[in-house]
């Protein structure tokens, strides 16, 4: 997977097109609600509309299509990861959780509609989700047992043991000195779970066998850890343009970090590795595997880098 073809993968473009269609889809979803003008459904709007580039449901698109699925029959599930992502977003900005004033350079939910809304507009989107999962239209292009493990698979990623209890992890580690394994507990957590899922679900839905889908999750795993690290990096370089930053704009000096535990240099050589690791993974794949090898470059390569890329 080192190949000239794999670096000259357009991943800029590939996003954009991609990003574009999840968009037009979750666009469909929410157009379904009547009272758009109601204040919750603008917070919806919102939340879900907020520049992200879509990478968890993009993820989960590449993985399915590597198996020839069809990708329309695989968006329901993509909104349904990226609704979930949405959701913890809106929360996480909470006075009561990081206490973010902005997100992307944008104000945050709640300090334009309040904290009531954010908080009922988070609910609503993670409950949404499961809604299109479990909707009849969608459950009927595919196999039964496929919608079962995926609605299964997301409900881990996002409950106690994934993504909500990383976010609790991270809430006792403010202030706190913590040791490396902790650290990576709670990204495995609150970031990772719910990369894997999305890979894992894309994948399950296009038909892998149990050895593409065990090689898929070794690559989510590594990519869900590697996603924070690099995200832990871009916050710390305080000089990187807006729109190289990471995805969330937290204050990080409060939280526990791969930085703030073991230094830039070490991060960046452990981000390195963990693109390695899950570049490894996609061997057996050859070109159907090239776009979740660029994701991986792109979402590890300008934390590694960020010397070089710096502050231009």
Do not use: W
């Not at 009547?34 to 992200?52: A, D, I, N």
């Not at 069809?70 to 913890?88: M, N």
């Amino acid at each position: 997977m080192e190949s000239n073809s794999a670096s000259a993968f357009d991943i800029e473009g590939y996003l954009r097109r991609q990003s574009s269609i999840i968009d037009q889809a979750l666009e469909m979803q929410l157009a379904r609600y009547p009272g758009e003008s109601q204040t919750l459904f603008q917070v919806l709007r919102y939340g879900v509309f907020s520049g992200g580039k879509r990478i968890r449901p993009i993820l989960t698109i590449a993985a399915a299509e590597i198996f020839g699925a069809d990708a329309k029959h695989i968006l329901p599930f993509a909104c349904a990861v990226e609704l979930i992502h949405a959701y913890s977003l809106i929360h996480d900005d909470l006075p009561a959780l990081d206490n973010d004033d902005l997100r992307r350079g944008k104000p945050t939910a709640h300090k334009v509609y309040g904290e009531g809304m954010a908080l009922l507009a988070g609910d609503a989107l993670l409950t949404e989700a499961f809604r299109i999962m479990s909707d009849t239209q969608t459950a009927r292009q595919l196999a039964p047992e496929f919608v079962l493990d995926a609605i299964r698979e997301l409900a881990q990623a996002a409950g106690a043991l994934g993504l909500v209890g990383g976010q609790a992890l991270d809430l006792e580690a403010e202030e706190r000195d913590v040791d490396l394994p902790i650290v990576e507990m709670i990204h495995v957590r609150k970031t990772g779970a719910l990369i894997l899922a999305s890979v894992r679900i894309g994948a399950r839905l296009g038909g892998a066998s149990d050895g593409n889908l065990a090689s898929l999750s070794r690559y989510g795993e590594y990519l869900g850890l590697a996603f924070q690290i690099a995200d832990d990096l871009l916050d710390a370089n305080a000089g990187v343009a807006v729109e190289e930053r990471a995805e969330s704009s937290r204050m990080e000096r409060k939280k526990a970090t791969y930085p703030s535990v073991v230094g830039l240099v070490i991060a960046r050589a452990r981000l390195a590795e963990l693109l390695q690791l899950s570049l490894r993974e996609l061997d057996g794949f050859e070109l159907r595997g090239q776009p979740l090898v660029a994701i991986a470059r792109h979402i590890a390569g300008r934390a590694i880098h960020l010397d070089d890329a710096g502050t231009h």
